[in-house]
Each structure stands twice: as structure tokens, then as C-alpha cells.
């Protein structure tokens, strides 16, 4: 079992930074994928960034160049810093970790991020 616990979520206008942070309870190199996935209302949760074992990093094109996604091995957290944000990157974030030999993975509580017009 892995708990998950997201924070940094909050209300920004448009054009305005977020940092969204998610703590893990083991160690992060104990994971094969560790990302940030959102769902906006009405609609299907959706991937944002990714980190995946000895592949790196990829994005969805919606945020390639204004979000950067990171690890912290210290502090086994897994960060996603939101930069010129829009009002379509409202939704609610989510954390998940696929930990290494296990089928599936983990999802966090969510975190609700809100950009204003």
C-alpha cells in the first residue's frame, strides 16, 4: 500500500504559477511511473506529466512549455510547477505512482486548481 498526499492546489488568474506537490510514503525510486493526471468537469481524467523509470519524462501537449514535472528523492515527493496558466487548466489534479512489479497503481485525494478569467 502507498498513501499519496497532494498539496499546492488553490485559486490563480489567468497567466499565474501553481506548485502542486505530492509526498509519498516510500521511497520514489520504489516506483516505474510517477505523473500528475487532472479532470476538468464533465470530462475524463486525463495525463499531464509522467515520469517513468529510465525512459524520462513526457508531457501532454496542452502544457509542454509551461509545466515541468520533477522528483525529489529526499523527500520522496514528485512535483508538478504550473507555470502561464489558463482557464482550460482548471480541474481537479491528481497524483499516481505505479510502483515496480505491481499491475495499476495508486491515486491521490486530488487537488482542485482553479485559473480565473
Known amino acids: 500500500q502507498v498513501q499519496l498526499v497532494e498539496s499546492g492546489g488553490g485559486l490563480v488568474q489567468t497567466g499565474g504559477s501553481l506548485r502542486l506537490s505530492c509526498a509519498l510514503s516510500?521511497?520514489?525510486?520504489?516506483?516505474?511511473?510517477m505523473g500528475w493526471y487532472r479532470q476538468a468537469p464533465g470530462k475524463q481524467r486525463e495525463l499531464v506529466a509522467r515520469?517513468?523509470?529510465?525512459?524520462?519524462?513526457n508531457y501532454a501537449d496542452f502544457v509542454t512549455g509551461r509545466f515541468t514535472i520533477s522528483r525529489d528523492g529526499a523527500k520522496n515527493t514528485v512535483t508538478l510547477q504550473m507555470n502561464s496558466l489558463k482557464p482550460e487548466d482548471t480541474g481537479v489534479y491528481y497524483c499516481?505512482?505505479?510502483?515496480?512489479?505491481?499491475?495499476?497503481?495508486?491515486w491521490g485525494q486530488g487537488t482542485q486548481v482553479t485559473v480565473s478569467s
Open positions: 499516481n505512482v505505479v510502483p515496480f512489479g505491481i499491475a495499476g497503481g495508486y
Open positions: 515520469i517513468i523509470s529510465g525512459t524520462g519524462t
Open positions: 516510500r521511497s520514489i525510486f520504489s516506483f516505474n511511473a
